[in-house]
Protein backbone atom coordinates (compact mmCIF):
# COMPACT_ATOMS: atom_id res chain seq x y z
CA UNK A 1 0.00 0.00 0.00
CA UNK A 2 1.66 3.46 -0.69
CA UNK A 3 0.91 6.28 1.30
CA UNK A 4 0.01 9.76 -0.89
CA UNK A 5 2.15 12.49 0.59
CA UNK A 6 0.17 15.27 2.06
CA UNK A 7 0.78 19.04 1.26
CA UNK A 8 0.04 21.57 3.90
CA UNK A 9 -1.39 24.85 2.77
CA UNK A 10 1.90 26.67 2.70
CA UNK A 11 2.89 24.37 0.14
CA UNK A 12 5.41 22.31 2.49
CA UNK A 13 5.55 18.38 2.73
CA UNK A 14 3.13 16.74 5.85
CA UNK A 15 4.90 15.24 8.55
CA UNK A 16 8.47 16.91 7.46
CA UNK A 17 10.23 18.80 9.85
CA UNK A 18 11.26 22.45 8.60
CA UNK A 19 14.46 22.09 7.86
CA UNK A 20 15.86 25.14 6.48
CA UNK A 21 18.77 24.01 4.45
CA UNK A 22 15.83 22.45 1.92
CA UNK A 23 14.06 25.61 1.76
CA UNK A 24 16.88 27.51 1.16
CA UNK A 25 16.07 28.53 -2.40
CA UNK A 26 17.80 30.99 -4.20
CA UNK A 27 16.56 34.22 -3.39
CA UNK A 28 13.94 35.37 -6.20
CA UNK A 29 16.01 37.29 -8.95
CA UNK A 30 14.40 40.85 -8.14
CA UNK A 31 16.12 41.00 -4.97
CA UNK A 32 19.56 40.55 -5.80
CA UNK A 33 21.04 43.87 -5.61
CA UNK A 34 22.56 44.20 -9.03
CA UNK A 35 26.37 45.04 -9.86
CA UNK A 36 26.60 48.35 -11.54
CA UNK A 37 29.44 48.69 -13.92
CA UNK A 38 30.67 50.85 -16.95
CA UNK A 39 31.47 48.15 -19.22
CA UNK A 40 30.77 44.32 -19.26
CA UNK A 41 32.74 42.13 -21.50
CA UNK A 42 31.93 38.72 -22.03
CA UNK A 43 32.74 36.57 -24.80
CA UNK A 44 32.83 32.66 -26.31
CA UNK A 45 29.13 31.81 -24.85
CA UNK A 46 28.85 29.35 -27.89
CA UNK A 47 25.12 29.13 -27.95
CA UNK A 48 23.56 26.25 -29.44
CA UNK A 49 26.35 23.94 -28.07
CA UNK A 50 26.12 21.91 -25.13
CA UNK A 51 28.81 22.82 -23.52
CA UNK A 52 27.32 26.36 -22.99
CA UNK A 53 26.94 27.25 -19.44
CA UNK A 54 24.12 29.14 -20.01
CA UNK A 55 22.16 29.03 -16.32
CA UNK A 56 25.59 30.51 -14.87
CA UNK A 57 25.59 32.93 -17.89
CA UNK A 58 21.90 33.75 -17.25
CA UNK A 59 22.68 34.31 -13.48
CA UNK A 60 25.40 36.55 -14.35
CA UNK A 61 23.76 38.83 -16.78
CA UNK A 62 20.54 39.25 -14.13
CA UNK A 63 22.89 40.19 -11.52
CA UNK A 64 24.77 43.59 -13.39
CA UNK A 65 24.00 47.06 -14.64
CA UNK A 66 26.57 48.58 -16.66
CA UNK A 67 26.41 51.82 -19.52
CA UNK A 68 28.17 49.67 -22.17
CA UNK A 69 28.15 45.84 -23.41
CA UNK A 70 30.70 43.84 -25.18
CA UNK A 71 29.60 40.73 -27.19
CA UNK A 72 33.28 39.84 -28.05
CA UNK A 73 32.18 36.79 -30.68
CA UNK A 74 31.36 33.00 -30.41
CA UNK A 75 28.51 34.03 -29.07
CA UNK A 76 26.25 31.76 -31.35
CA UNK A 77 28.27 28.81 -32.65
CA UNK A 78 26.62 28.76 -36.27
CA UNK A 79 29.55 25.97 -36.81
CA UNK A 80 27.77 23.87 -34.57
CA UNK A 81 24.08 24.79 -35.61
CA UNK A 82 25.01 23.75 -38.93
CA UNK A 83 25.47 20.17 -37.91
CA UNK A 84 22.55 20.07 -36.01
CA UNK A 85 19.77 22.21 -34.44
CA UNK A 86 20.06 22.47 -30.59
CA UNK A 87 18.57 25.26 -28.90
CA UNK A 88 17.00 24.51 -25.25
CA UNK A 89 15.13 27.30 -23.66
CA UNK A 90 18.00 28.93 -21.57
CA UNK A 91 19.18 29.90 -24.61
CA UNK A 92 16.44 32.13 -25.77
CA UNK A 93 16.87 33.36 -22.48
CA UNK A 94 20.35 34.71 -22.56
CA UNK A 95 19.25 36.05 -26.02
CA UNK A 96 16.19 37.83 -24.28
CA UNK A 97 18.28 39.41 -21.55
CA UNK A 98 20.86 40.88 -23.44
CA UNK A 99 18.04 42.60 -25.62
CA UNK A 100 16.12 43.42 -22.48
CA UNK A 101 19.30 45.33 -21.57
CA UNK A 102 19.78 47.43 -24.87
CA UNK A 103 15.83 48.14 -24.40
CA UNK A 104 16.67 49.65 -20.91
CA UNK A 105 19.29 51.83 -22.57
CA UNK A 106 23.11 49.64 -22.63
CA UNK A 107 24.55 50.48 -25.24
CA UNK A 108 25.48 46.93 -26.59
CA UNK A 109 27.88 46.31 -29.56
CA UNK A 110 28.04 43.01 -30.92
CA UNK A 111 31.79 41.85 -32.35
CA UNK A 112 31.39 38.23 -34.45
CA UNK A 113 33.65 36.19 -33.83
CA UNK A 114 34.98 32.80 -35.66
CA UNK A 115 32.14 30.51 -34.51
CA UNK A 116 29.58 33.07 -35.46
CA UNK A 117 31.38 34.63 -38.48
CA UNK A 118 27.68 34.99 -40.60
CA UNK A 119 26.86 37.66 -38.43
CA UNK A 120 30.20 39.68 -40.16
CA UNK A 121 28.28 40.23 -43.09
CA UNK A 122 25.81 42.66 -41.50
CA UNK A 123 28.64 44.96 -39.23
CA UNK A 124 27.01 48.33 -39.46
CA UNK A 125 23.90 47.54 -38.75
CA UNK A 126 21.91 47.58 -35.93
CA UNK A 127 19.85 44.98 -34.37
CA UNK A 128 16.99 44.91 -31.53
CA UNK A 129 19.25 47.82 -30.04
CA UNK A 130 22.39 46.08 -30.88
CA UNK A 131 24.94 47.58 -32.55
CA UNK A 132 27.14 45.12 -35.03
CA UNK A 133 30.75 45.62 -35.46
CA UNK A 134 34.00 44.25 -36.52
CA UNK A 135 36.15 45.68 -33.85
CA UNK A 136 35.83 48.70 -31.25
CA UNK A 137 37.92 51.39 -29.51
CA UNK A 138 36.85 51.94 -26.21
CA UNK A 139 37.80 54.42 -24.27
CA UNK A 140 37.98 53.81 -20.55
CA UNK A 141 37.17 56.31 -17.73
CA UNK A 142 40.44 57.14 -17.27
CA UNK A 143 41.01 57.79 -20.23
CA UNK A 144 42.58 55.09 -22.28
CA UNK A 145 41.60 53.71 -25.48
CA UNK A 146 41.19 49.97 -26.05
CA UNK A 147 41.30 48.16 -29.00
CA UNK A 148 37.87 45.55 -28.91
CA UNK A 149 38.04 42.29 -31.42
CA UNK A 150 37.29 38.69 -30.85
CA UNK A 151 40.92 37.54 -32.07
CA UNK A 152 40.80 34.84 -33.85
CA UNK A 153 42.75 36.44 -36.73
CA UNK A 154 45.48 36.28 -34.62
CA UNK A 155 46.11 32.90 -34.07
CA UNK A 156 47.15 30.64 -37.25
CA UNK A 157 46.79 27.55 -35.96
CA UNK A 158 43.50 25.84 -33.73
CA UNK A 159 45.16 24.32 -31.02
CA UNK A 160 43.35 21.24 -30.08
CA UNK A 161 45.21 19.83 -27.06
CA UNK A 162 44.66 23.19 -25.20
CA UNK A 163 43.10 20.85 -22.12
CA UNK A 164 46.30 19.17 -21.54
CA UNK A 165 47.85 22.61 -20.30
CA UNK A 166 45.14 22.40 -17.43
CA UNK A 167 46.15 18.63 -16.49
CA UNK A 168 46.07 18.58 -12.80
CA UNK A 169 48.36 16.44 -10.48
CA UNK A 170 46.03 13.50 -10.23
CA UNK A 171 45.63 13.29 -13.84
CA UNK A 172 49.43 13.36 -14.24
CA UNK A 173 49.68 10.27 -11.85
CA UNK A 174 47.23 8.35 -13.54
CA UNK A 175 49.07 9.48 -17.20
CA UNK A 176 52.21 7.61 -15.65
CA UNK A 177 50.28 4.86 -14.66
CA UNK A 178 49.05 4.52 -18.23
CA UNK A 179 52.55 4.78 -19.42
CA UNK A 180 53.27 2.16 -17.27
CA UNK A 181 50.80 -0.64 -18.78
CA UNK A 182 51.15 1.20 -21.95
CA UNK A 183 55.23 0.08 -22.14
CA UNK A 184 54.32 -3.31 -20.63
CA UNK A 185 52.06 -4.18 -23.34
CA UNK A 186 54.71 -2.54 -25.93
CA UNK A 187 57.69 -4.93 -24.46
CA UNK A 188 55.45 -7.81 -24.60
CA UNK A 189 55.65 -6.89 -28.83
CA UNK A 190 59.00 -6.39 -28.40
CA UNK A 191 58.52 -2.87 -29.33
CA UNK A 192 60.70 -0.10 -27.76
CA UNK A 193 59.81 2.36 -24.96
CA UNK A 194 57.51 5.62 -26.13
CA UNK A 195 57.27 7.67 -23.17
CA UNK A 196 53.41 8.69 -23.65
CA UNK A 197 53.90 11.21 -20.24
CA UNK A 198 56.86 13.18 -22.21
CA UNK A 199 54.50 13.06 -25.62
CA UNK A 200 51.77 14.55 -23.51
CA UNK A 201 54.23 16.99 -21.43
CA UNK A 202 55.54 18.22 -24.54
CA UNK A 203 52.41 18.83 -26.37
CA UNK A 204 51.36 20.63 -22.49
CA UNK A 205 54.36 23.33 -23.08
CA UNK A 206 53.06 23.66 -26.45
CA UNK A 207 49.21 24.68 -25.49
CA UNK A 208 51.49 26.81 -22.68
CA UNK A 209 53.25 28.16 -25.44
CA UNK A 210 50.47 28.77 -27.84
CA UNK A 211 49.16 31.00 -25.20
CA UNK A 212 52.47 33.18 -24.57
CA UNK A 213 52.91 33.89 -28.46
CA UNK A 214 49.16 34.57 -28.94
CA UNK A 215 49.00 37.48 -26.15
CA UNK A 216 52.06 38.75 -27.91
CA UNK A 217 51.04 38.88 -31.21
CA UNK A 218 47.87 40.73 -30.27
CA UNK A 219 49.78 43.25 -27.71
CA UNK A 220 52.24 43.56 -30.56
CA UNK A 221 49.00 44.54 -33.05
CA UNK A 222 47.20 46.48 -30.66
CA UNK A 223 51.36 48.66 -30.44
CA UNK A 224 50.46 49.02 -33.80
CA UNK A 225 47.52 50.79 -34.20
CA UNK A 226 48.73 53.30 -30.94
CA UNK A 227 45.97 52.42 -28.90
CA UNK A 228 46.77 51.39 -24.86
CA UNK A 229 45.62 48.22 -25.09
CA UNK A 230 43.20 44.99 -26.10
CA UNK A 231 40.39 43.37 -25.47
CA UNK A 232 39.94 40.16 -26.96
CA UNK A 233 38.44 36.46 -26.18
CA UNK A 234 38.87 33.52 -28.59
CA UNK A 235 41.24 31.20 -26.23
CA UNK A 236 38.79 30.52 -23.88
CA UNK A 237 41.94 32.13 -21.29
CA UNK A 238 40.97 34.75 -19.24
CA UNK A 239 43.91 37.23 -18.65
CA UNK A 240 44.80 40.76 -17.18
CA UNK A 241 48.12 41.06 -18.42
CA UNK A 242 51.31 44.26 -18.84
CA UNK A 243 52.75 43.63 -22.46
CA UNK A 244 55.58 45.93 -22.32
CA UNK A 245 52.93 49.00 -21.54
CA UNK A 246 50.46 47.58 -23.94
CA UNK A 247 47.47 45.80 -21.54
CA UNK A 248 45.99 43.08 -22.71
CA UNK A 249 42.99 41.82 -21.60
CA UNK A 250 41.03 38.11 -22.42
CA UNK A 251 37.29 37.96 -21.04
CA UNK A 252 37.85 34.33 -20.76
CA UNK A 253 34.22 32.23 -22.09
CA UNK A 254 31.10 30.59 -20.71
CA UNK A 255 32.16 27.17 -21.74
CA UNK A 256 34.98 26.20 -19.38
CA UNK A 257 36.04 29.29 -17.31
CA UNK A 258 32.60 31.32 -17.03
CA UNK A 259 34.53 34.93 -17.02
CA UNK A 260 33.97 38.45 -17.73
CA UNK A 261 35.97 41.98 -18.14
CA UNK A 262 34.19 44.43 -15.80
CA UNK A 263 35.43 48.59 -15.90
CA UNK A 264 34.77 50.62 -12.88
CA UNK A 265 33.01 53.84 -12.79
CA UNK A 266 36.95 55.01 -12.02
CA UNK A 267 38.42 52.91 -15.39
CA UNK A 268 39.75 50.23 -13.06
CA UNK A 269 39.23 46.93 -15.23
CA UNK A 270 38.89 43.54 -13.12
CA UNK A 271 38.16 39.43 -14.55
CA UNK A 272 34.81 38.16 -12.43
CA UNK A 273 35.20 34.45 -12.23
CA UNK A 274 31.31 33.55 -11.95
CA UNK A 275 31.50 29.86 -10.89
CA UNK A 276 33.45 31.14 -8.47
CA UNK A 277 31.20 33.98 -7.23
CA UNK A 278 28.17 31.60 -6.72
CA UNK A 279 30.32 28.91 -4.92
CA UNK A 280 30.86 31.96 -2.40
CA UNK A 281 27.53 32.91 -2.77
CA UNK A 282 25.91 29.56 -1.87
CA UNK A 283 28.41 29.12 1.26
CA UNK A 284 27.03 32.28 2.61
CA UNK A 285 23.44 31.41 2.05
CA UNK A 286 24.35 28.04 3.80
CA UNK A 287 25.76 29.30 6.80
CA UNK A 288 22.74 32.03 7.31
CA UNK A 289 20.64 29.16 7.35
CA UNK A 290 22.35 27.44 9.47
CA UNK A 291 22.50 30.39 11.84
CA UNK A 292 19.02 30.49 11.27
CA UNK A 293 18.25 26.70 12.05
CA UNK A 294 20.57 26.84 15.54
MN1 LIG B 1 36.82 32.07 -31.44
Not at 46 to 75: K, M, P, Q, R, W
Not at 98 to 126: C, F, Q, S
Request: hydrophobic share 45%.
Amino acid sequence: MTHALEVTRDGRLAGIPFEPTWFSEPEPRSFVPKQRYRTVWISDIHLGTAGCNADLLIDFLHSIECETLYLVGDIIDGWRLRKGWFWPASHNEIVRRVLKLARKGTRVVYIPGNHDEMMRDYAGLTFGGVEIALEAVHETADGRRLMVVHGDMFDGVVMYARWLAFLGDQAYTMLLKANQLLNAVRRRFQMPYWSLSAHLKKKVKNAVQFITEYETVVAREAASRGVDGVVCGHIHSAEIRDMDGIIYYNDGDWVESCTALVEDHDGHMHLLDWAAHLRARSNAQNSKAKAVAA
